[in-house]
């Protein structure tokens, strides 16, 4: 049992150290590509070094473009959307479109509804489109909007 403990903690301790180097390492990377600690390098490493800035230069951009390039298409689909959608109430909003309200009757039966019973200056009636304001209290009588 002693020995098993022993053995991990050799384990550990290895595993740590080659953690500490790969974090020394990729701490340096980082410094050399921000400009620091050139000095040590060599003529190779340097042009390495170029490349491999030149390479996530390259990166960055195909990405930012393509950032751009979706922001641009969910703007267009969210207008496109929104269009859609207020075609849809449109369609929905009978103030807006045709709406065929007599049922199964017809016209006759538009005319017997709407006139009482075959009174046709009723059968054309005004409506108040809901966005507008109340127009009938507004010096004109219902009365003064029939035809006939």
């Known amino acids: 049992m002693m020995r098993s403990t022993h053995l991990i903690n050799k384990n550990m301790q290895r595993t740590l150290s080659h953690l500490k180097d790969i974090?020394?390492?990729l701490r340096t990377e980082i410094r050399q590509r921000m400009g620091e600690d050139l000095d040590s390098l060599e003529f190779d490493e340097l042009r390495g070094l170029e490349q491999n800035v030149d390479v996530a230069l390259k990166e960055y951009h195909v990405i930012t473009t393509q950032?751009?390039?979706y922001k641009k298409?969910?703007?267009?689909?969210?207008?496109a959307?929104?269009?859609l959608q207020q075609e849809l109430g449109m369609r929905?909003?009978?103030a807006f479109g045709?709406?065929?309200n007599t049922g199964a009757a017809g016209w006759d039966g538009a005319v017997a509804l709407g006139?009482?019973?075959?009174?046709?200056?009723d059968m054309?009636?005004?409506r108040v489109v809901p966005s507008q304001p109340n127009l009938h209290g507004v010096a004109y009588g219902s009365h003064d909007l029939r035809l006939g």
């Open 73 to 79: 298409k969910v703007k267009h689909s969210y207008e």
């Open 98 to 100: 045709f709406v065929d």
């Open 23 to 25: 974090n020394r390492n």
């Open 67 to 69: 950032t751009e390039t």
């Open 92 to 94: 929905e909003d009978p």
């Open 115 to 121: 006139g009482g019973g075959g009174g046709a200056p």
């Open 124 to 126: 054309y009636s005004f």
């Open 81 to 83: 959307y929104k269009n």
